[in-house]
């Protein structure tokens, strides 16, 4: 797919001189060029936030069973359309088919649920707090979202994003990753059916397009990314609220009486995606007496997922050879590798096999730092309280998850680890009821559920005297 102008906003007439040199699209699967995409600059920016700033006045306005119709709308469309968001998100991405089309049902289902969140009301009504008075609070939008989202959900992401965010009142302007703007493209197309002119678009383009959208007239930012763009984010923002997603770096603590599929179910979650998510498993944590065990039977498991059969390659090159760099740096003395099994023509894509990492001291690269990839590192404890020391010794705390028969124990050393989003056998379950978001160096804010609503909303408090005055003492 060429994206080269693709803006999300066919309105603003501007010219050619808007965006810097296009910016080439590579096959992550091959390795080659596959098309351009164009780099929005400051003329860009301003138009696009602008149009956002006039479309919020009207989107704003209307009841919400008015944007729960049209929310529910732009869900139709993107089932309905469901194989083309499926071939532009594989394009960037490199996803198997099946990974590319649950992900498009998933996003169908985040604007959907989104659609029935914007006619809810959670504001207390706060009658007779103050004598002689009535008060309440109202939830209102805030005005222009920047939402910046990273390449390895890129239509997910702005789903996560954008839904909660255009349900409460406010309209959005995207920057999708250099690499992936293929199915954001496409959501804003769908969405200015949908939603009206200027409600959800999309700026393509570099990381100082990024830039230029932070800095420029938005009420928030939504940044999902790298705990290093996140800071930068942070602190271009100002005053203005931020809400962040960042990196993981998942601690899994197996007991000896884990399930039978204990092995199986980590080996699938870590290569979803080739493992390129926030909340993938990363770092398996047993007791001593169950190391070797644990290290064998990972290793038979995650040998049997082949990259280009049961997963993609990497997104890009340097996320490749950041990959390669982490795991060359790594002290273990045990390391054991999938299959590579790449498609004819593909060979000189970013695949990379599933592995697991064994016998490597606590520092390890491959410990310490998110790796992002189809690995998995095994460490010892001699005790529960050590696991989850070394559970809770990284700074990211985004996700993790325990495995045990002894539903008690899951409960109790799931309550101890720091994490936003834990699991007890099982591992990147989710869905839109349920809230999700990071603790220290993964970030803050909340995505999913109702309570996302409130990361796009501020309240206002209304008191009204309701009994003449000078009948009662005032009161503060």
Not at 21 to 37: A, C, E, H, K, Q
Not at 50 to 71: D, I, K, N, V, Y
Not at 358 to 384: N, R
Not at 424 to 450: K, M
Request: include cysteine; aromatic fraction near 6%.
């Amino acid at each position: 797919m060429d994206a080269t102008h693709g803006a999300g906003d066919a309105h603003t007439g501007l010219a050619d001189t808007d965006f810097a040199d296009p910016v080439p699209l590579l096959d992550p699967r091959t390795g080659r060029v596959r098309g351009s995409s164009a780099a929005a600059r400051q003329p860009r920016v301003t138009a696009v936030v602008a149009a956002g700033r006039l479309a919020h006045a009207g989107w704003r306005a209307l009841t919400p069973r008015e944007r729960s119709r049209r929310l529910d709308r732009l869900a139709g469309l993107i089932e309905e359309h469901a194989e083309r968001y499926a071939a532009a998100e594989r394009a960037g991405t490199g996803k198997p088919f099946h990974e590319a089309a649950a992900e498009v049902g998933n996003a169908a289902d985040l604007f959907r649920f989104y659609a029935w969140a914007a006619r809810t009301q959670s504001s207390p009504a706060a009658g007779g707090l103050v004598a002689g008075h009535e008060s309440w609070v109202r939830w209102e939008p805030l005005g222009v979202a920047a939402v910046v989202v990273p390449w390895n959900y890129p239509l997910m992401m702005a789903a996560w994003r954008c839904a909660p965010a255009v349900a409460a009142g406010n309209a959005v302007v995207v920057k999708p990753a250099e690499t992936t703007p293929d199915s954001v493209l496409l959501l804003a197309e769908h969405a200015r059916e949908a939603l009206g002119d200027g409600v959800v678009q999309t700026l393509p383009g570099d990381r100082d397009t990024g830039r230029l959208l932070v800095a420029a007239d938005v009420d928030l930012i939504a940044f999902t990314g790298s705990a290093v763009a996140g800071a930068e984010v942070a602190a271009r923002a100002g005053t203005r609220r931020v809400s962040l997603e960042l990196g993981g770096n998942s601690p899994v603590v197996v007991l000896p009486d884990a399930p039978e599929d204990t092995w199986r179910a980590l080996a699938e979650a870590t290569t979803y995606n080739a493992g390129q998510s926030c909340a993938v498993p990363a770092r398996v944590i047993t007791l001593r007496e169950n190391h070797a065990s644990v290290v064998a039977l990972l290793a038979a498991a995650m040998r049997e997922r082949e990259a280009g059969r049961d997963f993609g390659p990497l997104n890009n090159a340097d996320q490749a050879a950041r990959y390669d760099r982490i795991v060359a740096r790594s002290g273990a003395k045990v390391s054991a590798a999938g299959a590579l099994s790449p498609g004819e023509g593909e060979e000189g894509g970013h695949w990379r096999a599933a592995r697991v990492l064994s016998e490597l001291p606590d520092d390890d690269p491959a410990v310490v730092e998110e790796v992002f990839g189809p690995l998995l590192t095994v460490q010892a404890a001699e005790s529960l309280d050590e696991a989850v020391d070394l559970a809770n010794g990284v700074p990211q705390a985004l996700a993790a998850s325990v495995w045990t028969r002894d539903l008690s124990a899951g409960l109790g050393l799931a309550a101890r680890l720091n994490a936003g989003e834990a699991w007890i056998n099982c591992h990147l379950v989710q869905t839109a009821e349920l809230p999700h978001g990071g603790r220290g160096a993964s970030g803050h804010g909340t995505d999913l559920s109702t309570l996302a609503l409130h990361e796009y909303q501020r309240p206002k408090t209304i008191t009204a005297r309701v009994r003449a005055f000078g009948t009662e003492s005032p009161s503060n």
